[in-house]
């Protein structure tokens, strides 16, 4: 079957470095999507990777290993609005999205 | 208005009624999405369509049934739903049915958080 893992919930510090993990076994990849998702508001899309290696936007940067089926979320100098649910999906064979069940992130001052 | 919006944002409903989610996209995009968000699960694709053509449904309960009438609206109509119903239920779009031209980033709206008594 196919899968995602990611964990469920994670806290972290004012200021600091945070990395969320994902890992994956899917029926083909298309690449690698990342969204944020505050309580009550829409998922919005953070990332995409289809290639191994690490992309950086800004605070946030993600990180693709295909032969590991794993992917970091990485994000920086953390501030109280990025406590949110952060959500991996991988796209399959199909370009279907499968999706994780999200990691809570808790940022505390 | 921009973006993906989703009408009501919140209903609560008897295992009787009848209601419609409603959900407007403004991108310009020729797919739509519906999936159901509960808690701690991964979200779950119901339905797709493309240029106003049903393209894949996950064998989802015929008291959920979806219309979409052009490439900028999509509905989905509710009767007779059971308590385990209860979720958020978000629509998204993108710029073509994800496959098509290759991987297609989806852009959701808020969600319509619905409960079932």
């Known amino acids: 079957g196919q899968n995602i893992d990611q964990p469920t919930e994670m806290t972290a510090t004012e200021g600091a470095i945070v990395q969320i993990n994902c890992t994956y076994q899917?029926?083909?990849?298309?690449?690698l999507f990342w969204y944020q998702q505050h309580a009550g508001e829409a998922p919005t899309f953070l990332s995409y990777?289809?290639l191994d290696g690490l992309e950086e936007k800004g605070r946030f940067s993600s990180f693709l290993s295909r032969s590991k089926g794993y992917s970091y979320l990485l994000l920086k100098e953390l501030q109280m609005k990025d406590s949110a649910s952060y959500l991996c999906?991988?796209?399959?064979?199909?370009?279907?999205?499968?999706w994780g069940a999200g990691t809570k992130l808790i940022i505390k001052p | 208005e921009t973006g993906v919006t989703q009408t009501p944002r919140h209903l609560v409903m008897g295992m009787t009624n009848k209601k419609s989610l409603k959900c407007e996209q403004h991108?310009?995009?020729?797919?739509m999405y519906w999936y159901k968000q509960s808690a701690k699960k991964p979200l779950e694709l119901m339905f797709v369509?493309?240029?106003?053509?049903?393209?894949e449904n996950n064998s989802v309960p015929s008291r959920f049934s979806p219309e979409c009438p052009n490439s900028s609206h999509l509905f989905l109509h509710l009767h007779t739903l059971q308590p385990e119903d209860s979720a958020l239920y978000l629509c998204?779009?993108?710029?073509?049915?994800?496959?098509?031209?290759?991987?297609?980033?989806?852009?959701f709206g808020p969600g319509t958080r619905l409960l079932v008594l």
């Open positions: 998204a779009s993108s710029q073509d049915q994800t496959g098509t031209a290759g991987p297609e980033t989806q852009y």
């Open positions: 991108l310009g995009h020729n797919a």
């Open positions: 369509y493309s240029l106003e053509e049903r393209v």
């Open positions: 899917t029926s083909g990849f298309n690449g």
């Open positions: 990777n289809v």
């Open positions: 999906a991988v796209m399959d064979s199909n370009y279907q999205l499968i």
